[in-house]
């Protein structure tokens, strides 16, 4: 066998495990492996900043279902891959994250551009390595991806000293991964199963809680089914928007902090949550002592951990949702026959919520434009085929309400980490991935400013997205804050960004086309016109007025139960009869 | 709060203490004693962890703990009765 250097080895390695697109910077640690990259088949984007590699490896990851890849050197170059790591922990995105290391004999010495990143990244990072021998490099390389991809996806780091990438090895790829500490459990339990079809016959107030476990494992026609099936009532919390079609008949929206009336108050309401792929995570319960009080919990995940974690679960499936679905659906088609609960009282009054209580704004009294109203028309006139991403904000809520997802993978947002900066880096990630299909990042003009520099590489790679600001000139959901729990002392939510920067003008500057937006009259033709520009990036500052907020809300720490549908405004309970 | 003793199987790989400390860290569980040494085989080494937990965090301590990727096995010992084996996928319990 003949030999290769480590480098040769890594990126041999790489394309063994079918990696077609990398997101990286190069530098001193990790220039060894940037030789044969630039002989190698894999598309190499060259960023502009290491977080904007990594938002994009989960952008990639999220639309295509397969592990994003992101590549950085030692020291600093490790250390901005921090936050888009610990994000696509927190939304379980397949990542593999290559690093550069100083070289073996000086890790520990505080040598130039050295960071323990491993040690960084050990708390959230599904796993990592340090390899400071090549002969190590095809078997980590093997191993990270599968780690990756299977049982709950995550992030996993490979952190490559200098000189094991210099040095000589002979290259093997390994045939088999077989890890003794990690068998994902796939095949749902059978006992667990016929349980779980049992006390869905038992239940008068069904409703599956769906989590964006449902996309991540393929499931939504299974779910699709099975809602069917049972004629009960679903919510998709912000990270399954899409996995289950808004046009649905029993769609009652998203559920939590800024969900519907119908969908919070159902789950508080049910007898029953059939819960798939998701994690009672504080933003959808509330106050988790007051949440769905009277409610049995099936929960079905594919990581163990997850299971009495925040909830006690009555009954615990664990395994792949599309395995569980699978074998629950002709399950409970069974039990069915034997005993059809009689859902139609539960379901008349949830549809009575949801009559009564639809997602509203009002028009701003001086006829300037209403951020909400933007996002609504973008969403009408691209279509339910677009891939959006969000920032983090006001308008990522909008953006979660006021648009129809009737497909999975083309709703992508920073949900459980709330990473500013997400949407343009994601929105290039997504495009690489889906390059004929549309994508809009729907940012605010604070998070546009922490990671705009990749439309440069969006510019210069032909990733043409498109840019949605809504300018606000605010860091608006604090400023909400400020209004309803500080007394409206804005302190430091100001940014005057109908000022400064000059949104069009950076845009153009950056080889983008530049547009903007202030009159409710032009906005359906200014979107027109970016959705008529294909060949280039596009960014279109729509300059909203700043005072709206988002609604329904539940106060953070507080019962779902206290959920407003204005300021000081509940809603109308004596009128429904729940 | 009751004491539990775990006996936890790991590779032994570097940086596999310091990812069990650190999970115990994190999570704000309550190490009690924690003790490492080494087994027949030179590849795995043998932790046992004492924690203060109760009732459902005892398996949310097994459970994380699990999913560690260098955590082969986990064993709570009893102190008057037989080892209860968590194996790497605790079994289905109701
Ligand atoms: C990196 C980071 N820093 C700070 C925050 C806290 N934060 C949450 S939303 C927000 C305001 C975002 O402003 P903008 O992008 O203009 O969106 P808007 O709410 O105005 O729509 C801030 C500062 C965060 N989520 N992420
Ligand atoms: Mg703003």
């Not at chain 1, 699709?224 to 919390?237: D, M, R």
């Not at chain 1, 049910?270 to 933003?283: E, K, N, Y």
């Not at chain 1, 009737?406 to 500013?420: I, V």
Request: with cysteine; aromatic share 6%.
């Amino acid at each position: 066998m003949s030999q290769v250097t480590g480098a040769q080895s890594l990126v041999n390695s790489l394309e063994a495990a079918g990696v077609d697109v990398m997101f990286g910077i190069p530098g001193g640690a990790i220039l060894p492996a940037y030789d044969p990259i630039f002989d190698s088949k894999i598309r190499h984007i060259l960023v502009r900043h290491e977080q904007g590699a990594g938002h994009a490896a989960t952008g990639y990851a999220q639309v295509t279902g397969r592990v994003g890849v992101c590549i950085a050197t030692s020291g600093p170059g490790a250390t901005n891959l921090v936050t888009p790591l610990a994000d696509a922990a927190m939304d379980s995105v397949p990542m593999v994250a290559i690093t550069g290391q100083v070289p073996s004999l000086a890790i520990g010495t505080d040598a130039f551009q050295e960071a323990d990143i491993r040690g960084i990244t050990m708390p959230f990072a599904k796993h990592n390595y340090l390899i400071t021998d090549p002969a190590d490099i095809p078997r980590a390389i093997a191993e990270a991806f599968h780690i990756a991809s299977t049982g709950r996806p995550g992030p996993v780091l490979v952190d490559i000293a200098k000189d094991a990438l210099q040095k000589m090895t002979d290259f093997k790829y390994p045939t088999s991964v077989n890890l003794k500490g990690y068998q994902p459990r796939l095949e749902p339990n059978a006992q667990a199963i016929a349980d779980a079809a049992a006390l869905i016959t038992q239940s008068s107030k069904p409703i599956f809680y769906v989590g964006g476990g449902v996309i991540k494992a393929d499931a939504h026609r299974e779910l699709l089914e099975i809602a069917n099936l049972l004629g009960a009532p679903v919510v998709t919390t912000l990270m399954a928007r899409g996995a289950f079609p808004d046009s649905h008949p029993l769609h009652l929206g998203m559920p939590g902090m800024h969900g519907t009336v119908a969908a919070v108050t159902a789950l508080q309401k049910a007898d029953l949550l059939i819960t798939l792929g998701a994690r009672f995570d504080d933003r959808v319960t509330g106050k988790l002592s007051t949440f769905a009080q009277n409610a049995k919990v099936i929960h079905c995940d594919v990581d163990p951990a997850e299971i009495h974690k925040n909830r006690f679960a009555d009954v615990p499936v664990i395994g792949d949702l599309k395995h569980t679905l699978q074998a629950l659906i002709p399950e409970l088609r069974a039990a069915l026959k034997k005993h059809q609960p009689d859902l139609s009282e539960w379901l008349r009054q949830m549809n009575s919520l949801k009559s009564s209580y639809p997602l509203g704004y009002d028009q701003p009294a001086d006829g300037s434009l209403s951020p909400q109203y933007v996002i609504e028309r973008l969403g009408k006139i691209s279509g339910p085929d677009t891939i959006f991403t969000s920032g983090v904000g006001q308008h990522q809520m909008w953006a979660a309400q006021f648009i129809s997802y009737e497909n999975p993978r083309t709703w992508l947002n920073s949900g459980g980490l709330g990473t500013m900066g997400y949407a343009v880096p994601a929105a290039m990630g997504a495009k690489v991935g889906a390059p004929d299909t549309t994508v809009w990042a729907i940012d605010g003009d604070g998070c546009f400013q922490m990671t705009n520099q990749e439309l440069v590489t969006c510019a210069l790679n032909n990733i043409p997205v498109k840019i949605a600001i809504i300018n606000n000139e605010s860091l608006g959901m604090v400023r909400q804050w400020q209004t309803l729990f500080y007394e409206g002392r804005y302190s430091n939510t100001s940014l005057d960004s109908k000022r400064v920067p000059n949104f069009p003008m950076l845009a153009e500057a950056m080889g983008c086309v530049g547009l903007s937006c202030e009159r409710p009259e032009d906005v359906d033709a200014t979107i027109e016109k970016a959705m008529s520009i294909n060949d280039q990036p596009v960014v279109v500052d729509f300059r909203v007025h700043r005072d709206a907020m988002v609604w329904p809300m539940v106060a953070a720490g507080t019962s779902n139960d206290d959920i407003m549908i204005a300021r000081e405004t509940a809603p109308d309970w004596d009128s429904q009869e729940l | 709060m009751a004491q539990h003793t775990l006996e936890v199987l790991v590779e032994n790989s570097p940086g596999v203490l310091a990812r069990v400390a650190g999970l115990f860290s994190r999570r704000a569980y309550n190490i009690e004693r924690l003790t490492v040494g080494p087994t027949a085989n030179p590849e795995v080494s043998q932790m046992d962890i004492v924690v203060s937990v109760e009732g459902h965090a005892l398996e949310q301590v097994i459970a994380q703990l699990d999913k560690l990727i260098n955590v082969i096995s986990i064993k709570e010992i009893k102190q008057e009765s037989a080892p209860e084996v968590h194996d790497t996928q605790p079994d289905y319990q109701n």
